[in-house]
């Protein structure tokens, strides 16, 4: 009998799975199926990505459907389009011999009308993104009232982008007797809350160890000048002639300049993020998954849901802001068993990051050095031997060419042409790597750091002090609102936010530097006196601030304390309200924390209902509706 039929799977889904290359089931699979099918009580599923969740989840889902029925009865939320079509096409695949089976895509940056007639259609499952979401829920164009289960899949990513209110909303609209299934990779404190407060006695399930990493990743760090960043990426991807591989960076900006330079050089390589459209995501998507793309520059958020096979490297041209998302990223290699490489270029200031990244996953890092142009010069050439010994010949075609190619050979030796022939690779990166300095740098310089980096400027963004924190109820989308409230620049004008107790620090582009510390000459928080100050620590970490000169007052004062009034959206695009809740919503524009999911996408951060996201959509969530506590098990509560 087939494992999986063993686990209680149906032998239709069973045939539909084994074409599809499942042979026996992985940890997560093997240890949630059977508690998932009885379908009696909430569960929590804690595993590493490519460790197969969407099978864990998605086949005693399909197993529980009613085919009859044309009213959804499965909801899945997801953050990113990406992650949604992924689940999408893998519950098709799954249900292949499902007679009359729907499953619907629903996320932003595609048409919401096609979407509204699939679901019209009958749709047995949706498959949703937030935003969208409840912006079709808020047309009174899905009936939810026999939802039986509900899967939240990456929950840690889901709250980091800012969608618990989101979450909220859609799922005060399900019956009350649902279960709830939590899936995620790692296990915050917030998740952790969520799981409390909104599941009933759920059962939990951890594969491996909570938050840590894939022990089949090889974690390596290299230690570079600022300035020799893109120089050191260039070599790390010429010293390993057959990466397949995905280069991670923090910003959309930073995304697409890296990907044009490296196409520049000559690199086989694309761009992943927010501002694409819909259609450009899919046609680079396609070329990745078809290995017609060697490099994939991609933003945390917009990879999110790369489910691709055989991945041989993940690379770190800037570490995560969130420790969390390290994981995340690292999780794209090493997929169903695989073994791969997580590389991170960093300058001596991050290496207190690396190690807190070692305690979180786990695993050590190992520090590696920079190859030199010889290292480089000598893998190419035996890249090309190899590649030489190993090609297929094909007799047929070649043939006929042969005795002209041995006239022409004819006064070389056999050693002769082995040498020019594989010098004609050779030559090429010794003539490039020549003279090619030493990029390495040394782990406690970090006076280079300063120098290179201009003090607090840091390329295009420049690094300030500002004396709120979380003591003050600020998080990362909240501040960068009063930010860009503050000072009127769009939201991706602002880079990294680092949230402390008391103080915070933030950038903005260099190019409208002067305008923020113009703007906050005089402002006031809740009667307290705001102050800005340029950074000296460029870096990021917890290592206090060094200050430069001195605060900004005069002016007018501008007071940001209390609640109420104007409701304002700092994404892109206009925002529409098709639910209850007065007030104006502005938009700002703009990048914000997780604000690479894409148009369409919503992000509150806060119970005022603000996003931050880079989105257009109806956002206005029924904020009237009274909270719903579970009272026993048969009364489950219809919040999450």
Same mark, same amino acid.
């Given at each position: 009998?087939?494992? +999986? ?16 290359? +499942? ?33 864990? /989840? ?19 939320? @997801?953050?990113?389009?990406?992650? @949604? ?26 048409? &919401?009308?096609?979407? !509204? ?11 949703? *993104? ?13 009936? $939810? ?15 980091? =982008?800012? $969608? ?6 859609? !799922? ?26 909104? =599941? ?57 300049? &890296? ?22 995501? %899919?046609?680079?998507?396609?070329? /990745? ?14 990879? #999110? ?71 480089? @010069? ?37 050693? %002769? ?8 690779? $050779? ?32 390329? *295009? ?22 930010? @860009? ?123 005022? #209902? ?17 909270? #719903? ?12």
């Amino acid at each position: 009998m087939n494992p +999986f039929e063993q686990l209680g799977v149906s032998p239709k889904i069973v045939k539909a799975i084994v074409e599809i290359g +499942f042979v026996s089931p992985t940890p997560i699979q093997e240890q949630s199926i059977p508690v998932l099918l009885k379908g009696d009580r909430d569960f929590v599923g804690l595993a590493q990505t490519g460790t197969g969740k969407t099978a864990a /989840f998605g086949l005693p889902l399909l197993e529980q459907i009613d085919l009859r029925s044309k009213h959804p009865q499965a909801l899945i939320l @997801c953050p990113t389009r990406e992650l @949604c079509l992924q689940i999408t096409n893998d519950l098709k695949n799954y249900g292949k011999y499902l007679d009359d089976l729907n499953v619907v895509a629903v996320y932003g940056g595609a048409s &919401i009308v096609t979407q !509204l007639k699939d679901i019209k259609r009958g749709a047995h499952i949706v498959v949703a *993104t937030p935003g969208r979401m409840l912006d079709v829920l808020n047309r009174k164009a899905v009936n $939810f009232s026999e939802v039986k289960s509900v899967v939240l899949d990456e929950a840690d990513e889901m709250l980091n =982008m800012g $969608f618990q209110e989101d979450i909220n909303s859609i !799922l005060s609209t399900t019956p009350d007797d649902k279960f709830t299934w939590l899936f995620s990779a790692t296990m915050p404190a917030e998740v952790r809350r969520i799981a409390k407060n909104y =599941m009933d006695d759920p059962f939990e399930l951890t594969v491996g160890t909570k938050n840590t990493g894939n022990v089949n990743i090889n974690h390596e760090y290299y230690v570079v000048r600022p300035r020799d960043k893109y120089a050191a990426l260039k070599r790390l991807v010429d010293y390993n002639p057959d990466i397949f591989g995905i280069v991670f960076s923090r910003t959309k900006i930073e995304t697409q300049e &890296i990907a044009e330079m490296l196409m520049k050089d000559g690199y086989n390589a694309d761009s992943l993020h927010g501002d694409l459209s819909q259609q450009q995501r %899919d046609r680079v998507m396609k070329r /990745f998954r078809d290995r017609s793309l060697q490099i994939l520059v991609a933003t945390d958020v917009a990879a #999110r849901g790369i489910d691709v096979d055989n991945v041989t490297h993940v690379v770190h041209f800037s570490l995560p802001d969130e420790i969390e998302n390290y994981t995340h990223r690292s999780g794209r290699t090493a997929r169903a068993g695989k073994t791969g490489t997580s590389l991170a270029i960093i300058t001596a200031r991050d290496i207190g990051k690396i190690r807190q990244i070692e305690r979180q996953i786990g695993s050590k890092f190992t520090l590696a050095e920079v190859p030199t142009s010889f290292d480089v @010069c000598e893998k190419q050439l035996f890249s090309l031997v190899h590649k030489v010994h190993n090609v297929q010949v094909n007799d047929e075609q070649i043939d006929q060419y042969m005795q002209r190619i041995y006239d022409e050979l004819t006064d070389l030796s056999k050693e %002769d042409v082995i040498k020019r022939f594989a010098s004609l690779e $050779f030559n090429r990166f010794l003539d490039y790597y020549r003279n090619a300095p030493d990029l390495n740098a040394k782990a406690d310089d970090r006076s280079a750091d300063r120098n290179s980096m201009g003090s607090a400027k840091s390329g *295009t963004h420049t690094r300030l002090f500002i004396n709120l924190g979380s003591v003050d109820e600020f998080n990362r989308g909240e501040l960068l609102g009063f930010v @860009c409230n503050t000072s009127g620049i769009k939201g991706d004008r602002v880079g990294k936010i680092d949230i402390k107790g008391v103080y915070s620090f933030f950038e903005v582009e260099n190019e409208v530097l002067e305008q923020v510390q113009s703007a906050f000459k005089s402002v006031d928080f809740k009667g307290r006196n705001v102050r800005i100050e340029v950074s000296q620590d460029s870096g990021g970490g917890d290592r206090g601030r060094s200050r430069s000169r001195g605060s900004y007052g005069g002016g007018e004062r501008k007071s940001y304390g209390g609640g109420g009034g104007e409701r304002r959206s700092y994404g892109g695009g206009e925002r529409r309200s098709y639910g209850g809740g007065g007030g104006e919503r502005r938009s700002y524009g703009g990048e914000s924390r997780g604000g690479d999911s894409g148009r369409g996408e919503s992000r509150g951060y806060s119970s005022e #209902r603000r996003s931050y996201g880079s989105g257009s959509t109806a956002a206005n969530s029924p904020s009237g509706a009274p909270r #719903r506590e579970r009272k026993d098990k048969d009364s489950r509560g219809g919040r999450w």
